[in-house]
C-alpha cells in the first residue's frame, strides 16, 4: 500500500473564486460576476462553459436552462439565437442579468492584463466536434495564456491536447469515481454503482473488496491517469481526497510526482467542518482549494493563500 509522511507545503495555497461568485451579487458565471471578481483584483477565477448544438459557448453550469435561467429545455440542444434572450437566475429569482457567452469572458479578461488565470470549466454532454473544437480554440486564442480549460470530460481533455498542446488542461474524475452523497444523483450521470468499497464507482476494480481501501484508491489513481496523461491539475473532491489520504494513500503527493498539481472542492466556508477539511488538505499539500468566499476561508486557514 502506498503511504506518504506529513510535508509541509512550499509557497502559498492558491484559492478559486467558484464561478466567480465573489460578492454573490450577480448571477454565479454571468459576465457581471466575472466583471466584478476581476475589478476587485481576483488572481484565479473559475467559471462554468456549455456547450451549445451550434458550436457556440454559454457561460452555464446545467444544460437544464430551468437550473439556471428563467427557460426551459436542455441548453446543449439548443442554439446560441435559442437561448440568447433568456436571463439567469440568481437564488432562484430572475434577475435582468442575460445569458452571457465564452467571447464576453474572453473580452473581459482581456481588459485585465493582471488576472492569473480564468479557468474555464467544460461541460461537454456530447463528443466534442471538430468544428466546435477549432471554434472554441479560436475565440480563446487572445488570452490562451491565462486560461485553463478543466473538464470531467477526459475525452474533450484529450481531444484538446492534441489540437493545442500549450493549453493549460485540467481534469475531474467525478464521473469515473465519487463521494456518495444524501442528494440522489441525477439518473444519467455516472458513476451509477456503489462500489464494494463504499464509493461511487463502476470500475471492475470496485466490484469486490480485493485489498485494503489505500490499495483500491492507488489503483484506482493508476488507471485514472492514463485517462488524461496531459493533465497539468487535477480537480478532485475534498472529501474524497481525505478518505484516500486517512486511508494511507496520499492523492496528492502521487499526482505531484507525475508532474501534476491538485486542487480540492468546494470548500463552503459556512460549515465549520469544512474549515477544517480545508485546512487538513493544506497539511498534506494541496495546491489549490475551490470556495465560494476565498477571503474568507483565507482568514480562516493557516497558511499563506493568494486568491
Not at 512550499?10 to 460576476?33: F, K, M, W
Not at 467544460?122 to 468544428?131: A, C, D, G, N, V
Request: charged share 20%; proline share 7%; hydrophobic share 45%.
Amino acid at each position: 500500500m502506498h503511504t506518504e509522511t506529513n510535508t509541509p507545503r512550499e509557497g502559498p495555497v492558491t484559492l478559486i473564486h467558484h464561478a466567480a461568485n465573489c460578492d454573490r451579487q450577480a448571477p454565479p458565471n454571468s459576465l457581471s460576476a466575472i466583471k466584478n471578481c476581476l475589478s476587485a483584483g481576483a488572481a484565479f477565477i473559475e467559471i462554468d462553459v456549455l456547450p451549445l448544438a451550434d458550436g457556440s459557448f454559454a457561460l452555464l453550469h446545467d444544460p437544464n436552462l430551468a437550473e439556471d435561467t428563467d427557460g426551459q429545455g436542455n441548453a446543449a440542444q439548443m442554439t446560441r439565437d435559442q437561448i440568447k434572450n433568456l436571463y439567469y437566475l440568481n437564488d432562484r429569482s430572475v434577475t435582468n442579468e442575460k445569458i452571457g457567452f465564452l467571447e464576453g469572458a474572453v473580452d473581459l479578461l482581456a481588459q485585465f492584463p493582471n488576472t492569473h488565470r480564468l479557468q474555464l470549466d467544460f461541460k461537454p454532454f456530447s463528443p466534442l466536434t471538430e468544428s466546435a473544437l477549432q471554434n472554441f480554440l479560436s475565440i480563446i486564442e487572445p488570452v490562451m495564456d491565462r486560461v485553463q480549460v478543466s473538464s470531467v470530460a477526459d475525452w474533450a481533455l484529450r481531444a484538446l491536447a492534441s489540437a493545442a498542446p500549450e493549453l493549460s488542461l485540467g481534469f475531474d474524475p467525478l464521473l469515473y469515481l465519487d463521494l456518495v452523497e444524501e442528494t440522489p444523483r441525477p439518473d444519467n450521470i455516472p458513476p451509477f454503482r456503489v462500489g464494494a468499497y463504499g464509493v461511487l464507482d463502476d470500475h471492475p476494480l470496485a466490484a469486490f473488496q480485493w485489498g485494503s481501501l489505500g490499495d483500491y484508491f492507488k489503483a484506482r489513481a493508476k488507471a485514472l491517469l492514463v485517462l488524461v496523461p496531459h493533465a497539468y491539475e487535477w480537480y478532485i473532491r475534498a472529501e474524497v481526497l481525505k478518505i484516500a489520504l486517512d486511508a494511507g494513500f496520499d492523492w496528492i503527493s502521487f499526482l505531484h510526482d507525475h508532474g501534476a498539481i491538485v486542487d480540492g472542492w468546494t470548500i463552503d466556508v459556512s460549515q465549520p467542518e469544512h474549515i477544517g477539511l480545508a485546512q487538513f488538505l493544506v497539511d498534506h499539500g494541496i495546491d489549490e482549494l475551490t470556495t465560494d468566499h476565498p477571503s474568507k476561508l483565507a482568514a480562516k486557514l493557516n497558511s499563506d493563500t493568494i486568491y
